[in-house]
């Protein structure tokens, strides 16, 4: 799974973020619980959870398994 996820944020999520002038970073993987950090122009945007909701859940719930959870930390 580790290795799936690192490969989607790395390859396709994070080249999305950057062309915005933002940034994903892979934090941890606990269990079935993916830790992510949003930085650069994404910090503190108001439009973040529709792009989390949007585009990044659905990514890491089909890279992953549907039972896969999301945690944004700081």
Request: overall charge negative.
């Amino acid at each position: 799974m580790r290795d799936q996820i690192e490969t989607l944020i790395r390859e396709v999520l994070s080249p999305l973020f950057e062309a915005d002038g933002a940034s994903l970073e892979l934090v941890d993987i606990v269990d079935k619980v993916v830790r992510i950090r949003v930085g650069g122009n994404y910090r503190g945007c108001p439009s973040v959870p529709y792009t989390l909701e949007g585009i990044v859940i659905p990514a890491l719930k089909r890279a992953a398994g549907t039972d896969v959870q999301v945690e944004v930390v700081s």
